[in-house]
């Protein structure tokens, strides 16, 4: 794996969509009230752990590293234009994220809605880092 062929400005602004994707996604008037009711939750319960900023932070990390990711498949793979980018994103998100993570979910005993509320955020923000990392090349 040759890391000087990475384009670290395509990473970063992967990385923001996909940061801002995931907050609209699980915010207040999109998806958040279904997923937190579909998780078994109340909506006075309190999300995540007593220390958010770790969750923000290790969300981030997460994120990032699917952006370096898709950089490396990106190069790898030699796609260029978007067109191609999403498509690469989007066999990702289906093929790895959506499939890897159905087990977790269906064994949690969380359902097909938690899970389909979780993967399609990771879906789109692949296919929009592919757009984005697929356009830079």
């Known amino acids: 794996m040759d890391f000087s062929t990475v384009n670290w400005l395509g990473?970063?602004?992967?990385?923001?969509?996909?940061?801002?994707?995931?907050?609209?996604w699980f915010g207040p008037?999109?998806?958040y009230p279904m997923w937190w009711k579909?998780?078994?939750k109340t909506p006075g319960e309190q999300p995540g752990s007593s220390n958010m900023g770790?969750?923000?932070g290790?969300?981030?990390a997460a994120i990032f590293a699917s952006a370096l990711v898709m950089?490396?498949?990106?190069?790898?793979?030699?796609?260029?234009?978007?067109?191609?980018?999403?498509?690469?994103g989007l066999i990702v998100g289906i093929g790895i994220a959506a499939a890897a993570s159905l087990g977790h979910r269906l064994f949690a005993a969380q359902g097909l809605k938690v899970w389909a509320i979780e993967v399609g955020s990771d879906v789109l923000n692949l296919v929009l880092m592919g757009v984005i990392l697929g356009a830079m090349h």
Do not use: N, P, R, Y
């Open 58 to 60: 290790l969300t981030a």
């Open 11 to 24: 990473v970063l602004i992967a990385f923001l969509a996909g940061f801002v994707a995931s907050f609209i």
């Open 29 to 31: 008037k999109t998806f």
């Open 38 to 40: 579909a998780m078994g």
């Open 71 to 88: 950089e490396l498949l990106i190069d790898a793979t030699h796609t260029t234009g978007a067109g191609a980018g999403a498509t690469l």
């Open 54 to 56: 770790v969750v923000f």
